[in-house]
T-cell receptor, first 117, second 106 residues
């Protein structure tokens, strides 16, 4: 199994450019999410999805769009890149559980390192 | 909004010394998960705690969940160079702490 696959691994953008970070998982996970990781800030949730056709905002959604047309794919779009979006981006997925107290572990991709100049 | 704070941010230890990282939530959690991220890598799930006061062990790692389900700790006994990395807690899967970066000096 490939698990969670993110592309590209590295990307350099100029301010104002747009791009899409790709994320695909082959584990039939219902839940998918995007995080950004910045020094001293931990992992901050950008957007998440609990199934195809359903998306919601996380802590830091501004400047990012997502869609979930299939169970497998959850792309993250930057419509007009800004230097503040320079970061490492992780996609993560998991099963959804019926339990209110237990969450299925997150499986992370290898990340995309994005630099906006 | 919900916040999960983690201390310390950095910790340098001599190989063989113990290490502890602490996680505190502003609200009561249903569960807490712990992840390890090796340098240049991605977070990898270690364990989940669900019950109030729960203690779980994985070899030299001991995880605790507070009685009020608002705090947690990870303790590593006799650190090894393979323990190097950043340890994150995550409350209710969504809310990650800021992480503790562990350096082990041989």
């Amino acid at each position: 199994n490939a698990g969670v696959t993110q592309t590209p691994k590295f990307q350099v953008l100029k301010t104002g450019q747009s791009m899409t970070l790709q994320c695909a998982q082959d584990m039939n996970h219902e839940y998918m999410s995007w995080y950004r990781q910045d020094p001293g800030m931990g992992l901050r949730l950008i957007h998440y999805s609990v199934g195809a056709g359903i998306t919601d905002q996380g802590e830091v959604p501004n400047g990012y769009n997502v869609s979930r047309s299939t169970t497998e794919d959850f792309p993250l779009r930057l419509l007009s890149a800004a230097p503040s979006q320079t970061s490492v981006y992780f996609c993560a997925s998991s099963y959804l559980t019926a339990s209110s107290s237990y969450n299925s572990p997150l499986h992370f991709g290898n990340g995309t390192r994005l630099t906006v100049t | 909004g919900q916040q999960v704070m983690q201390i310390p941010q950095y910790q340098h230890v001599q190989e063989g010394e113990d290490f502890t990282t602490y996680c505190n939530s502003s609200t009561t959690l249903s569960n807490i998960q712990w992840y390890k991220q090796r340098p240049g890598g991605h977070p990898v799930f270690l364990i989940q705690l669900v019950k109030s006061g729960e203690v779980k062990k994985q070899k030299r790692l001991t995880f605790q969940f507070g009685e009020a389900k608002k705090n947690s700790s990870l303790h590593i006994t006799a650190t090894q160079t393979t323990d190097v990395g950043t340890y994150f807690c995550a409350g209710d899967q969504f809310y990650f702490g800021t992480g503790t970066s562990l350096t082990v000096i041989p």
